[in-house]
């Protein structure tokens, strides 16, 4: 039978910054393998974080200095900190205090689950409200139409008499996919 690992992901954004401060603290408190990184949070695809999820199993322990260097934004968060709670891996926070397998620290982190669910409702809301003030002044959303009512007929006539759609796109310096919209939006 496999030993449970406690494992460390210490993060910095950038090459130019150091783990040195993140590491020792993650050595000081018993991790056994730690899992490094220099990207951005932002960064969508984190091998090594990545990496991390997929390696961890029941009963292992995953240990971080700062919720920070988890996860991008609160929503992310919460959804590796769940990812790890199914999988029956102890997560653990430093400077939150904050342990998923005590009662206390599980309730800390579903008041941030709360809390992102919140987040996410207000930017849904702000993007609704902002989207009908724009209808409301005349405005509608999506792109600029990349050619005119005019060259829009020009194109269906040339398409009617013959021509290409290769040979009308190249005419119009446009793509194939763009002539075969005005043609559908004729019909």
Do not use: H, W
Request: aromatic share 6%; glycine share 8%.
């Amino acid at each position: 039978m496999a030993e449970n690992i406690i494992f460390g992901y210490a993060r910095v954004s950038s090459k130019e910054q150091n783990l040195d401060g993140q590491y020792i603290l993650l050595k000081k408190v018993g991790c056994q393998e730690i899992i490094e990184e220099k990207m951005s949070g932002k960064n969508l695809q984190r091998p090594e974080l990545d990496r991390l999820r997929q390696r961890v199993r029941g009963d292992d322990t995953v240990i971080v200095t700062s919720l920070a260097r988890l996860g991008r934004n609160l929503s992310e968060l919460v959804a590796i900190v769940n990812e790890f709670k199914q999988k029956g891996v102890i997560f653990k926070s430093l400077r939150e205090n904050i342990d998923i397998n005590s009662a206390v620290g599980n309730m800390q982190f579903q008041m941030f689950a709360a809390f992102a669910e919140f987040e996410r409702e207000i930017i849904r809301e702000r993007t609704l409200a902002g989207l009908e003030a724009a209808r409301a002044r005349g405005r509608k959303g999506g792109r600029k139409p990349v050619l005119s009512k005019q060259q829009a007929q020009q194109i269906k006539t040339l398409y009617d008499n013959g021509t290409t759609v290769v040979e009308i796109a190249k005419s119009y310096g446009v793509s194939r996919k763009t002539i075969y919209v005005y043609l559908n939006k004729g019909k």
